[in-house]
Structures are given as structure tokens and as C-alpha cells.
């Protein structure tokens, strides 16, 4: 059985990548200053660090899980040059007023819900109890919470910066 681990988990847009309200494509895409560099430190450190993100967009017919996919290996592959990798993204097509009738649904995994979190925790061996996530709208935190983890509302800047000031206020007990 492998070592229990405490989990960074981030959301995508908005605080690993510039929110454009549905990126759906690579050209779309902009980091967050910081983004490599945290996700490298909480690696350095031994934690997880896994993306869960809502992509309604899917839903609504803006674009194709095949093109968020695209997105998904793109960052993986923009991260491995920066000596940098996400364990695992986790996502929510769905929506309950989805365009696309096979992604409306009103899903246990669309924060502010915790079932990405939760399936993330099924599927490795996370310390809940140390983990926290790093989100920028209250959806974000209310899923943390949910989850029975940490959460810190993240409103632009460094996030490696920001990361390391929410690792520190998390030790002394910020939930």
C-alpha cells in the first residue's frame, strides 16, 4: 500500500490559467504567473497536486471533451518542461441547464459539490486531514469544505506565492 500523502488540489481556470470564461482551446490558454513553480514545490515537498475543474462549457456545447483534452495534455506537457506535473485533472461536464442533453444532469461531481474531490481520495492514498485546494470562487471553497478539506480563495497574482502563504495559514489552523 503506498505512503498516505496530503493533496494540493487546484482549480483550472482562473487559478492555474487565465479565466476567458471557456478555454477551449490551446491558443486559448495563459498560466498564471507561479503555476509551474507551485505545482513543482508541493511536488518537492511530497504532496499530490491534482486539478479539479468544472467545464460546463462541454455541457453547453461550446466545445468537446476531446478538445478540453487537448488543453489538458498541453498543460501537462507545457509542466513536464518545467520539470513540473498535475497527478491527475479531474472534471464536471455536467450542468443541470446543459445544452447538450447527454451533460444535463445535476452531478455530485459540479462544485460546490465534493465529488471530485472525493473520487480523487478514492483513487489515492490522501492524508484529508493535511490536504487542502486552492480555488477562486466561493463554489471552490464550499467543495473544499464539503470534502472535509481546507480552502483558499485565490484573486490573482504569484500562485506559487500564494500557495506558500495558504500552506503557512493552513499549519496554523486556516481553514
Request: with cysteine; hydrophobic share 45%.
Amino acid at each position: 500500500m503506498k505512503e498516505m500523502r496530503p493533496a494540493l488540489f487546484l482549480d483550472r481556470d482562473g487559478v492555474r490559467n487565465v479565466d476567458r470564461t471557456y478555454v477551449a482551446s490551446v491558443d486559448a490558454l495563459e498560466w498564471i504567473e507561479g503555476a509551474a513553480a507551485c505545482v513543482r514545490n508541493f511536488h518537492a515537498r511530497g504532496w499530490y497536486v491534482i486539478c479539479v475543474t468544472n467545464q460546463s462549457g462541454i455541457g453547453m456545447g461550446h466545445y468537446t471533451e476531446t478538445d478540453m483534452q487537448a488543453v489538458h495534455d498541453h498543460m501537462q506537457s507545457v509542466l513536464a518542461e518545467e520539470r513540473a506535473a498535475l497527478d491527475a485533472i479531474y472534471h464536471c461536464p455536467y450542468h443541470p441547464a446543459a445544452t447538450v442533453a447527454r451533460y444535463r444532469k445535476d452531478s455530485l461531481d459540479r462544485k460546490p459539490r465534493p465529488g471530485m474531490l472525493l473520487s480523487a481520495m478514492a483513487d489515492f492514498p490522501i492524508r484529508r486531514e493535511a490536504s487542502f485546494l486552492i480555488g477562486d470562487k466561493q463554489t471552490d471553497i464550499d467543495a473544499a469544505h464539503a470534502a472535509g478539506i481546507g480552502g483558499f480563495l485565490f484573486k490573482g497574482g504569484n500562485l506559487a506565492t500564494f500557495a506558500e502563504w495558504a500552506l503557512a495559514a493552513f499549519e496554523d489552523g486556516a481553514r
